[in-house]
């Protein structure tokens, strides 16, 4: 273990790690909440953090490793600019939502249903069922959500993200450009 | 003046300033998450705009309120006091809204919903036929409602059914109530809310939990949600009567992470019943001590299982248990624990309010009251819809549902979830109610309805659900473990060109173990989806694995695609869509498709304007 792990990592803007332990008074039963307000400060679990969590929080890390590899949202990797969520629920499906994380995947050059870019630029993250069911497919890009997806727009869609433009909502039917 | 008295004062004061309130004219816009998805915000920003333009502010009302139902034609507003119905609206329509029908009390026609069957507009939302047939218990106080103010729901009734209980009811009479209403779980189960009730309240213990679930993992189904985001304080209403009912002094509202706007709501109306001392320490005077927090799940299908949530609550990893203990008996740190579903929570005071008579003559003998369901898939009216139990499949999908989009053929409706089962199309006269879903293979789960037609292919839905299981299992039983997994790969080898005979006799054996040998109900219903496609679709299981070909041209390797030499007029627009460049052609000239280089996305298929392209069964 190097030196600034042994001190928690500096570059952890400790205070704010400290606020967000602290906040659920170190209650064993918010360990889930605490790791999920470290993953929206930090884009992911640190493990630095976690070791941290552990001391103050006062559980074994083993036990936090297992909750933190357990539940899906959890990522221990450090996640791309932009998370990209396509939806895989059951409606989506019916309508195509394969297609379109497919072809996200053959946009971004990724492996898996999952993953980050090289460039660090997109995450991408199926869920199940964001329940927009009436819009499917959707994908939400950084918590913004677009109905209606083809494959066709999936292109446009990530492109506007990635010139780092102001991006206008796309939905499918209304978009005429698309 | 006791406290219960001075609050009764208060709600009546509040009732009467909000009845005054209700002449003004109000623009209701539907904002839940799917009306977000679809622009709602923008729709009321603009209309926010156009009234301080017209400098209306004082004379029109503007609320955003939880979802509608009616989601296919989100962004839905509502202008009262006439209750006209605008569909699909746009913020550039605002303008017109606030000139023509607020101030000239004029109806914009190109904003009101078409009727498909004959074309005629309608005004109201009343005689829209997608409405007609629905008993909106709960969903109509979504279309009312400001989800962040307590006085919004205190104006229409609501915490009355708590005063009644903490001034004049026992908890054996309210256990009692809930038990005649015979309102049974919401959550999937069906099991009888009362007995439950009953037994966490006869064992003995200081300290005892009551806990909703809200973790709606079903893919498809969103009522909770809507619940949550629509009408928040019914559900806390609800669980303030159970926990007083069954002794409980603390509640804990276990939601999914992917509903930010849900927790958002909820989180806000605790703090406002906090306000109001309806949480906290000896409430409104009467010596009922309850309090409520609010526990994210981090996306955990099994946690939907209720001793996994336990486990989850207690900040564990979710693996459920053996049961028994039940719950009522050991639950969260051991103490006795009384688990519902948010729309189980969410009619309590319903049932307290209007009696137990009164709900159980709404539905079918062995299932009381209103469901609510939401109808997705290929259906042209997709969206919640709350009816009475006992409806049936036939009128939820075409009256309700309005059938199924450009003409196709119904194949299957797929109910209760990855739990669930597959119900094809000679089954569509069945009655909606707990045991009639479960005589025919399937179960009412938690109410996600998904329609499919004739381009659904039945082998790609049972490779979906057991996908999705797959992931989701705990894996702490074997045979869930491993037995989805080899369930898994035969079913994809059947939908990649690789099915062999004797794949269904091991489906099905399989299938049966994974039933009988799993310990917690994910293991035992997983199998459904894959065994109810066979029992009613096998013959598409054997065209995949006998003709190599997938009937409904889902399945990348059993299908292909084709240019029509007499359709093609070599317009080109394919060959620059073709994501892998396996297009060639000359302009104007018959194009043509490299099969080595084709990925089958499907891509030219779509751009061809000219049907020129001819998607078909089989590889070859």
Redesign the interface.
């Known amino acids: 273990m190097s030196k600034s792990e042994k001190k928690y990592g500096d570059h952890l803007k400790l205070k704010k790690l400290n606020s967000i332990i602290k906040k659920n008074n170190c209650e064993k039963s918010a360990l889930i909440s605490t790791l999920l307000d470290i993953q929206s400060e930090y884009n992911y679990l640190p493990k630095e953090a976690l070791i941290m969590v552990a001391k103050e929080m006062d559980i074994p890390l083993n036990q936090i490793y297992s909750v933190a590899t357990f539940y899906k949202v959890f990522s221990l990797q450090p996640r791309g600019e932009h998370i990209i969520n396509v939806c895989l629920g059951t409606a989506c499906h019916v309508r195509g939502g394969g297609r379109i994380i497919d072809e996200i995947r053959r946009e971004l050059k990724l492996k898996d249903n999952g993953g980050t870019t090289e460039d660090m630029k997109f995450t991408l993250e199926p869920v199940r069922c964001l329940g927009c069911c009436a819009s499917g497919p959707v994908i939400v890009v950084d918590n913004e959500y677009h109905s209606q997806v083809t494959p066709k727009n999936v292109n446009k869609i990530l492109k506007k993200y990635s010139d780092g433009r102001k991006v206008k909502k796309i939905i499918g039917s209304q978009d005429k450009n698309a | 003046m006791k406290d219960i008295d001075k609050f009764k004062q208060k709600l009546s004061r509040i009732r009467k300033s909000k009845a005054e309130e209700s002449n003004r004219p109000c623009i209701i816009v539907s904002s839940g ?2 009306g ?4 709602s915000k923008e729709v009321f920003l603009a209309l926010k705009n156009v009234i301080k333009k017209y400098k209306l502010g004082k004379k029109v009302d503007i609320r955003l309120t939880g979802c509608h139902g009616f ?2 034609v ?1 962004p839905i507003i509502i202008i009262h006091p006439e209750n006209i119905f605008y569909q699909s609206v746009q913020p550039e329509d605002a303008e017109e809204i606030i000139s023509e029908t607020i101030i000239n009390k004029n109806i914009i026609d190109h904003l009101l919903f078409k009727d498909p069957n004959n074309g005629k507009k309608i005004k109201l939302e009343k005689d829209i036929p997608f409405y007609k047939k629905q008993n909106k218990l709960l969903l109509k106080n979504n279309a009312s409602i400001d989800p962040f103010k307590i006085e919004d729901y205190i104006g229409i009734g609501g915490y009355s059914a708590i005063l009644k209980v903490l001034s004049k009811m026992k908890p054996e009479k309210v256990i009692d109530t809930i038990k005649e209403s015979g309102i049974r779980g919401r959550g999937g189960a069906g099991f009888p809310t009362g007995i439950k009730w009953s037994i966490a309240g006869k064992t003995e213990g200081k300290k005892k939990y009551i806990v909703c679930n809200a973790d ?7 009522m909770d ?2 619940i949550l985001e629509g009408n928040p304080h019914s559900v806390l209403e609800g669980m303030m009567i159970g926990a007083n009912a069954i002794g409980a002094r603390e509640g804990f509202i276990y939601i999914r ?4 706007l849900a927790v958002t709501t909820i989180d806000a109306a605790i703090k406002q019943a906090k306000k109001y001392r309806l949480l906290g320490k000896n409430i409104l005077g009467t010596g009922f001590d309850f309090d409520i927090k609010i ?7 099994v946690c939907g299982e209720e001793t996994a949530l336990m486990a ?7 693996e459920p248990r053996q049961r028994p203990p039940f719950p009522a008996e050991r639950g969260i740190w051991n103490k006795p624990t009384n688990i519902n579903n948010v729309e189980t929570w969410a009619n309590v005071p319903l049932i307290i309010n209007n009696g137990a008579k009164w709900y159980s003559k709404i539905g079918t003998k062995g299932s009381k009251g209103t469901k609510i369901f ?1 109808l ?3 259906i042209n009216n ?2 919640l819809v709350e009816v009475p139990m006992g409806i049936s499949l036939k009128e939820m999908i075409y009256d309700i549902g309005g059938g199924i989009p450009e003409n196709k053929n119904f194949k299957a409706i ?1 109910t209760g ?1 990855p739990s669930g089962g597959c119900i094809p199309k000679e089954l569509l006269d069945l009655p909606i109610d707990y045991d009639e879903l479960a005589s025919v293979g399937s179960i009412m789960g938690s109410g ?1 309805m ?1 329609v ?1 037609d004739e381009d ?1 292919c039945m082998v790609d ?1 049972a490779k ?2 057991l996908s ?1 299981l797959e992931e ?1 299992s ?1 894996g702490k039983c074997l045979t869930c473990r491993e037995g989805i997994e080899r369930m898994l790969e035969i079913v994809e080898r059947i939908t990649e060109k690789e099915g062999k005979k004797e794949d269904i006799e091991t489906l099905k054996e399989l299938g049966e173990v994974v039933k009988d040998a799993s310990m917690c109900q994910l293991g035992q219903t997983a199998p459904n989806p894959v065994l109810s496609t066979l029992k009613y679709f096998e013959n598409e299981y054997l065209a995949h694995i006998r003709e190599k070909k997938c009937p409904a041209k889902v399945c990348r390797a059993l299908i292909s695609f084709k240019i029509l030499k007499d359709v093609c007029n070599g317009c080109g627009a394919c060959r620059i ?1 073709c ?1 892998e460049k396996a297009i060639s052609g000359e302009k104007k000239k018959l194009h043509s498709i490299d099969r080595k280089k084709c990925i089958k ?3 030219c298929f ?2 061809c304007k000219f049907d020129a392209i001819d998607k078909r069964a089989g590889s070859d």
């Open positions: 998450t799917c977000e998805a679809r622009g989601c296919q989100e709606e993992g079903d893919p498809g189904a969103y949600r809507s992470y992917e509903y930010p526990v994210r799940g981090a996306g955990a299908f989850s609550i207690e900040g564990k990893k979710g939401s997705v898939g290929k997709t969206g797929q979830g996600g998904v499919m659904t839905v979906y659900f999705f989701e705990c869509a994501p996305c499907g891509i779509e751009t």
